[in-house]
């Protein structure tokens, strides 16, 4: 079974770090993605999705460090549910991205990139860990199954796609 979320966005907000009792480090911030689309009536619309992430020990030191209000990250974590009593004992629950991976994105102002140098997710090593060995047979690889659109029964469910 796969749990992990992907989200490229914008952060709301600088990171609130906490040092907890045991020395671990926890770092929580919210990111906003945005969806556009077109309405029934032909505008253009801005939907935007606001997403809470934390993430711990070093990854959370280094957000401290690097991440501002505004600035665009590229996210890699698992979706997460907690529930908890808040001051005056009333459930409250919550949805967050535990996060085990960030990247900035773009240029910082006066032209250095926010990624170590290389300007542009994805860097080379994060590609490396995808790159599959080279086969050692000669035999051409299979052609790719060809996509068939889905069938339909012809009905307008109004569906955006």
């Not at 926890?26 to 029934?40: G, Q």
């Not at 908890?84 to 991976?101: A, F, H, I, M, S």
């Amino acid at each position: 079974m796969i749990n992990k979320v992907i989200l490229i966005g914008n952060l709301g907000r600088d990171p609130e770090v906490r040092r907890l009792e045991n020395g671990a480090v926890v770092a929580k911030f919210s990111i906003a993605t945005n969806e556009n689309y077109m309405d029934k009536s032909g505008e253009w619309q801005t939907l935007t999705e606001w997403h809470e992430i934390v993430v711990w020990r070093a990854l959370a030191e280094r957000a401290e460090k690097q991440l501002k209000k505004g600035m665009q990250v590229y996210i890699e974590g698992k979706l997460t549910h907690r529930s908890w009593q808040d001051q005056d004992g009333n459930n409250r629950k919550t949805t967050e991205v535990v996060g085990n991976l960030f990247r900035l994105l773009g240029k910082r102002e006066g032209g250095s990139s926010f990624s170590g140098g290389e300007g542009y997710f994805p860097s080379a090593a994060d590609e490396a860990s995808t790159i599959q060995p080279k086969r050692e047979d000669s035999a051409p690889a299979a052609a790719p199954p060809v996509n068939q659109p889905p069938a339909t029964d012809g009905g307008d469910d109004d569906l955006p796609f």
